[in-house]
Every structure is written in C-alpha cells, then in structure tokens.
C-alpha cells in the first residue's frame, strides 16, 4: 500500500502513488485500487496532479473476497482507509458496533475498522487484536493518522522530501520516487556487523523512518509535518504477580486455544508451519482441533534428512495425532545461490542468517497448494521468555541477588531423571557467543565498535523489564519483519497467534520462576498442552526451528561461491577490511562449522554486501 501527502502546488500525476504501489504487487495480487483526494473532489484519473492525498493499494483477498470490500475504502463518505494486515477480532467488534447504530456493506475487517475509527477515533486501536499497518483519513477534518499494530508484524514506513510525504509498506517502492536515493544508515550497519541485532526505531536507508510498533502518528493534510508517536499499549504497566505453575498452565492453554481459534478465522484455506518445535506443534494441534474440516489441514516442514537439524521424527510424532496433508521440502545451498537476489531484494534490509531462506521457501510451496493463510509458531519463545539467552540471564539474577539455592535448584535439578541436562551443554555456547558479540567487529573503513547498545541494554535489564525487552526490542522486530517479507514474497498472509497482545499481557503476569523447571523452558507450555501434544515433542530437549545447515553450507557446496566473492570486487570491501572477512572464512572453514560465531558474522558480511548491490546503496 501507499499513501501521498503533498503540497496542492506540487506537480506530481497520481500515476506515481500506482507506480510505487505495482512495486509490491507480491503483496496483492488479487486487485489494485488507487484514489486522489482533495478537499473538493475525489478522483481516479492517474494523471490528475491536483490530489493532495493519494492513496494505493495491492488486495490480498483473505476475509470477504468480494469486489465490494476492496480498496481504498470510503465510510460515510467521509472516512477513507488502506491496510495491510488482519484484525482477527474483527466479529465481536462489527457486533459491538452495530449495537451503536453502525451498518455495513462488506463482511470485510476492513469496513470494520473504518467504522470503528468513525466511532472511537484512534481509541479503536486499543480495541483491535490482530497485525496492521494502517492510514486512515478524515476528510471532514483533514486530517490522516498512521498506525501499526502492537509489535510491527506488519511494516509501515514514512519519508519526506521537497514537499512530499510517502508511508509505504516496503522500502523498495520508494525508488519510484524520482527525488529518493538509497543511502546506507551507518549507524544500522555498524551495528547489523557488530552484533546481528538491529534498532528497530531505525531502518537501514538513511531517511526512511519505520513508525514505531504498538503507536500512531496524526497529521494535517496539506501541512505534511507528522506528529510525535502517540502510544496506545501499555505492557509495562502489567505486574508479575501469578506464582501458581497450576493457574497459570490452565490459564495459557485456554487462552492460546482461544487466540488459535480468532486467528483461523479467513474465507480462504489456512495450513500450519510445522518445524516440529514446541511452539509450532502446539499451534497445529490447537488448529486441528478447532477446525471442522472436511479436508485434512495443510502443513509445511523443512527436512533435512541426516543432518543433526533434522525434526522429521517430532514432526512425524504431531502428524500422527492429527489428520494432516503434509509438505515436506529440503531447501539447498545451490537453490539459495540461485534465489539470493530476488531473496535480498524481497527484504529490503539485510538478514543475518541463511536460515531465514527456510521460511522464503516454506511460503513458496504454500503458494504452490494454494494455501494463502499461513499459521506459525513465531513469539513463542519470546512471551515465554523461552531462549537459552534468557534462561541464562534469568539464572544470571539469581546469581546477582544472592538466590543461591535457587541457581543450583536449576542447575542440579536439570542433571535429576526428570530434568533437561541441555541447559548444562548449553553453557560454552553461550558464552563464546557472549564474548564474540560483546567484542563486535572492526567495520565501517576499520573503526572499531563499541559494545552494542542494544546488548547493553539485554544485559542491564532484569526481571520484568528484560522480559519486556526481549519482546518489544530485543528479538520479535526483526523475526517479524523477516517473517513477514518471506510470506509476502509469494502472497502469503503469515500469522501468529502467540503473538495477540492478550497473550502477552497474560505471560507478563506470570513470575518468572514458573517459566523455567529444572533445565526445561516454556515449562507452562509444556505442562498446558501436555494431553494434545505429543510427549516427545512436549518433553524435547533440543530446539531447532525453520533452519537450514548453514554451517554445513559454508564449509561444503559454498564454500567456492564464497572463495569467488572474496576475491572479487565487491560494494562491501569499500566498509570493512577484506582481509580481515577472508579471516573469518578461513575460521569457518578451519572449525569445519564447529563453532557457529565465525561463520555467522560471514554471512551477515555476504548478505549485507548483497543488499548494498542489489539497491544499489550508497
């Protein structure tokens, strides 16, 4: 989608607002609208230059799939919307609404939202579970908001120049913008070298401002000069205050059941990604369990027969619990070095691991069984504070606050029968990625960096405010925009249903003590669900996800691509030091993938080279 705002006296044809919307047809292939407003008239004419708001969009047909619920769409001739996403409650409110003298035309969320906005103003937001990216306008009182949903599972960005002001739903369309240059943010680059972590209040072109998750932006038309970020979820203000391992499982489980169920809910077939992992199989179990389905429900897993990463057996333990059509796919080295530049250029930023290819290929065959509604496992970790990283600064507090007997309670709980003695293997690791990251990486003409910000940050905070970290800076935004173009690039409406704010809200409420048992993460996950799943999946040791062997990779089928490239010209030789990157591949191939740091900080190199090649950064 796209929305102009531009100076009456600015000749510009609303051809242009169609041209940066065509840009991401991937995003809706299903139809195309495009509206010039002014405050005398409305229009449709693509070389009209007297508009002062354009607005365009691309239709992805998921709930309503008539002609009538296309955009942009107007309400009482008055009120004017675009937007990206789904507002999964979007039945109760249309009732609520209609209660308070509201009809509708559509069965759409879309007039849902506009009605709402008509009736509330921006409180509606407050009372919106789902993902959006969202421009809605008052005609009356010309005036525009913007807003995304409460983590940014869908993208919005702005960026002003010489009178015009554009929000789009990815960066690319603004290169049809005559006035727009790629420029390099050295501040995210810096970083992405660094640490692999991002500031997601920045993006990676120098100009383009993401609109900060979970608030909105107010502007008069005609004046183009954005307000500040008005917030409308508060998370912080949630108390840790359930200590009940009992309460709170029962209450997890009914509430994921419930949010499982809100986000099935679409007029078109809905699967599951299945990596085989705890948070994944538990969406598909609930899945398979609310639907009426008189087919088997759709699901996705990459496998990789032999190696170490490999999740077939838990996959195939889910399967036999449900009826399921099943798709299995083995993503390649040589299929990625075939697919990197479509695959960098659907991103618009640089990814830091190959592994994100696994969901870009997970979309692409859900594409091809025409499955356009994808269910996935993302946020599980991160509400339930489920990494490693955080069980070991949670271990790390105990230690600082002099909760001895409660350190070893883990530590020696995790080496009893009923204990996960992985919590112990995990120790080297995380410590040698501790020490790679607090190190950084000389980049950027050799100046070294300082110890990131943003693992400062993780560092610093505990207790409430690390969890809150974890899921609002730390993790979920850039998880979240990956998952997000991955699905996109095939038309794909990826979903989360760990992800609704009430779920949060509920996880938040929980004390930290009873997420951890003796070694195990997501203990009220695995206690909540443990009738439904299987108990080797609920008792798994290992976590692996959608990955492919990226390490196997680089010391195997591309190692000759790599050797290629480093003894080439490239974009990235003119910020770091090529030798110093032929050091790292030589580490890699050395340790034989061993150790997982190395090899890690070369692709963020490789792909972020990509990225300056493919948008042609400066």
């Given at each position: 989608?796209?929305?102009?705002?531009?100076?009456?006296?600015?000749?510009?044809?609303l051809?242009?607002?169609?041209?940066?919307?065509?840009?991401?047809?991937?995003?809706g292939p299903d139809?195309a609208?495009?509206?010039g407003?002014?405050?005398?008239?409305v229009?449709?004419?693509?070389?009209s230059?007297a508009?002062?708001?354009?607005?365009?969009?691309r239709?992805?047909s998921?709930?309503d799939l008539?002609?009538?619920a296309?955009?942009?769409?107007?309400?009482?001739d008055?009120?004017?919307?675009?937007?990206?996403g789904?507002?999964?409650?979007?039945?109760?409110?249309?009732?609520?609404?209609?209660?308070l003298g509201?009809?509708?035309?559509?069965?759409s969320d879309?007039e849902?939202?506009?009605?709402?906005?008509?009736?509330?103003?921006?409180?509606?937001?407050e009372?919106?579970r789902?993902m959006?990216g969202?421009?809605?306008?008052?005609?009356?009182?010309?005036?525009?908001?913007?807003c995304r949903?409460?983590?940014?599972?869908?993208?919005?960005?702005?960026?002003q120049?010489?009178?015009l002001?554009?929000?789009v739903?990815?960066?690319?369309q603004l290169r049809?913008?005559?006035?727009f240059?790629?420029?390099?943010?050295?501040e995210?680059?810096?970083?992405?070298?660094?640490?692999?972590?991002?500031?997601?209040?920045?993006?990676?072109?120098?100009g383009?401002?993401?609109?900060p998750?979970?608030t909105?932006?107010?502007?008069?038309i005609?004046?183009?000069?954005?307000?500040?970020?008005h917030?409308?979820w508060?998370?912080?203000?949630?108390?840790?205050?359930?200590d009940?391992?009992?309460?709170?499982?029962?209450?997890?489980s009914?509430?994921?059941?419930?949010?499982v169920?809100?986000?099935?809910?679409?007029?078109v077939?809905?699967?599951?990604?299945?990596?085989g992992g705890?948070?994944?199989?538990?969406?598909?179990?609930?899945?398979?369990?609310?639907?009426r389905r008189?087919?088997?429900?759709?699901t996705?897993?990459?496998?990789?027969?032999g190696?170490?990463?490999?999740?077939?057996?838990?996959?195939?333990?889910?399967?036999?619990?449900?009826?399921?059509e099943p798709?299995?796919?083995?993503?390649?080295?040589?299929?990625?070095?075939?697919?990197?530049?479509?695959?960098?250029?659907h991103h618009?930023e640089?990814?830091?691991?190959?592994?994100?290819y696994?969901?870009?290929?997970?979309?692409r065959?859900?594409q091809t069984?025409k499955?356009?509604v994808?269910?996935?496992?993302?946020?599980?970790?991160?509400?339930?504070?489920?990494?490693?990283?955080s069980y070991?600064?949670?271990?790390?507090?105990?230690?600082?606050?002099?909760?001895v007997l409660?350190l070893?309670?883990?530590?020696i709980?995790a080496l009893?029968?009923?204990?996960?003695?992985?919590?112990?293997?995990?120790?080297p690791?995380?410590l040698?990625?501790?020490l790679?990251r607090r190190?950084?990486?000389p980049?950027?003409a050799?100046r070294?960096t300082?110890v990131?910000?943003?693992l400062?940050?993780a560092?610093a905070?505990q207790g409430?405010?690390?969890?809150?970290?974890?899921?609002?800076?730390?993790y979920?935004?850039?998880?979240?925009?990956?998952?997000?173009?991955?699905?996109?690039?095939f038309?794909?409406?990826g979903r989360?249903?760990?992800l609704?704010h009430e779920?949060?809200?509920l996880c938040?409420?929980?004390?930290s003590?009873i997420l951890?048992?003796?070694g195990?993460t997501k203990w009220?996950l695995?206690?909540?669900?443990?009738?439904l799943?299987?108990?080797?999946v609920?008792?798994r040791?290992?976590k692996?996800?959608?990955?492919?062997?990226?390490d196997?990779?680089?010391?195997?089928?591309?190692?000759?691509?790599l050797t290629?490239?480093?003894?080439s010209?490239?974009?990235l030789?003119?910020?770091?030091?090529?030798?110093m990157?032929?050091?790292?591949?030589?580490?890699?191939?050395r340790?034989?993938?061993?150790?997982?740091?190395?090899?890690?900080?070369?692709?963020?190199?490789?792909?972020?080279?990509?990225?300056?090649?493919?948008?042609?950064?400066?």
């Amino acid at each position: 989608m796209v929305a102009l705002f531009k100076r009456r006296d600015l000749a510009r044809p609303l051809s242009l607002a169609r041209a940066m919307s065509d840009v991401v047809a991937h995003r809706g292939p299903d139809g195309a609208g495009l509206v010039g407003l002014a405050s005398d008239e409305v229009t449709y004419s693509a070389e009209s230059r007297a508009w002062q708001v354009a607005l365009a969009h691309r239709r992805l047909s998921i709930i309503d799939l008539s002609p009538e619920a296309a955009q942009p769409m107007v309400y009482r001739d008055r009120y004017w919307l675009i937007y990206n996403g789904e507002v999964y409650n979007y039945l109760e409110l249309r009732a609520e609404l209609e209660g308070l003298g509201h009809t509708f035309r559509t069965r759409s969320d879309s007039e849902v939202v506009l009605a709402a906005f008509a009736e509330w103003g921006p409180r509606c937001f407050e009372r919106m579970r789902g993902m959006w990216g969202i421009v809605l306008l008052d005609m009356h009182d010309r005036t525009a908001v913007l807003c995304r949903d409460r983590l940014g599972m869908k993208p919005l960005y702005m960026w002003q120049c010489d009178g015009l002001l554009a929000v789009v739903s990815e960066i690319k369309q603004l290169r049809a913008v005559p006035s727009f240059q790629a420029r390099r943010s050295e501040e995210a680059v810096t970083e992405f070298l660094a640490t692999g972590y991002e500031d997601h209040k920045r993006s990676f072109f120098s100009g383009v401002i993401p609109i900060p998750p979970g608030t909105y932006l107010t502007l008069s038309i005609g004046e183009e000069v954005p307000s500040v970020p008005h917030p409308y979820w508060w998370p912080e203000r949630v108390k840790a205050s359930v200590d009940d391992v009992v309460q709170a499982s029962d209450a997890f489980s009914a509430k994921l059941d419930e949010c499982v169920r809100i986000h099935l809910r679409s007029d078109v077939t809905v699967g599951c990604a299945l990596s085989g992992g705890l948070d994944s199989s538990a969406i598909t179990v609930l899945a398979h369990t609310q639907e009426r389905r008189t087919t088997d429900l759709h699901t996705f897993t990459t496998s990789f027969v032999g190696d170490p990463i490999d999740e077939r057996e838990y996959v195939e333990a889910v399967l036999d619990c449900i009826r399921a059509e099943p798709h299995f796919l083995t993503p390649s080295a040589q299929g990625f070095l075939d697919d990197v530049d479509d695959f960098v250029w659907h991103h618009d930023e640089p990814v830091s691991s190959m592994s994100m290819y696994a969901g870009y290929c997970v979309a692409r065959i859900a594409q091809t069984v025409k499955v356009p509604v994808v269910l996935n496992g993302e946020g599980g970790d991160e509400i339930l504070s489920g990494y490693w990283q955080s069980y070991f600064l949670y271990l790390r507090e105990l230690g600082l606050h002099g909760r001895v007997l409660s350190l070893l309670a883990h530590l020696i709980g995790a080496l009893l029968p009923d204990g996960n003695p992985s919590l112990l293997s995990q120790v080297p690791v995380m410590l040698r990625r501790y020490l790679s990251r607090r190190k950084g990486f000389p980049s950027m003409a050799g100046r070294p960096t300082t110890v990131s910000e943003i693992l400062q940050r993780a560092l610093a905070s505990q207790g409430q405010a690390r969890r809150l970290n974890e899921v609002r800076m730390l993790y979920l935004p850039r998880l979240l925009r990956w998952g997000d173009r991955n699905a996109m690039a095939f038309s794909i409406e990826g979903r989360s249903p760990y992800l609704d704010h009430e779920l949060i809200e509920l996880c938040l409420s929980f004390r930290s003590e009873i997420l951890y048992r003796r070694g195990w993460t997501k203990w009220l996950l695995r206690r909540g669900l443990q009738e439904l799943l299987p108990k080797k999946v609920a008792r798994r040791q290992s976590k692996v996800g959608f990955w492919v062997p990226q390490d196997r990779w680089l010391c195997g089928p591309l190692r000759p691509a790599l050797t290629r490239w480093l003894d080439s010209e490239r974009p990235l030789w003119d910020l770091v030091d090529r030798a110093m990157v032929r050091r790292l591949a030589e580490e890699t191939w050395r340790a034989t993938g061993r150790r997982d740091e190395p090899g890690q900080t070369l692709v963020r190199c490789f792909l972020l080279d990509k990225w300056l090649e493919v948008f042609n950064v400066v």
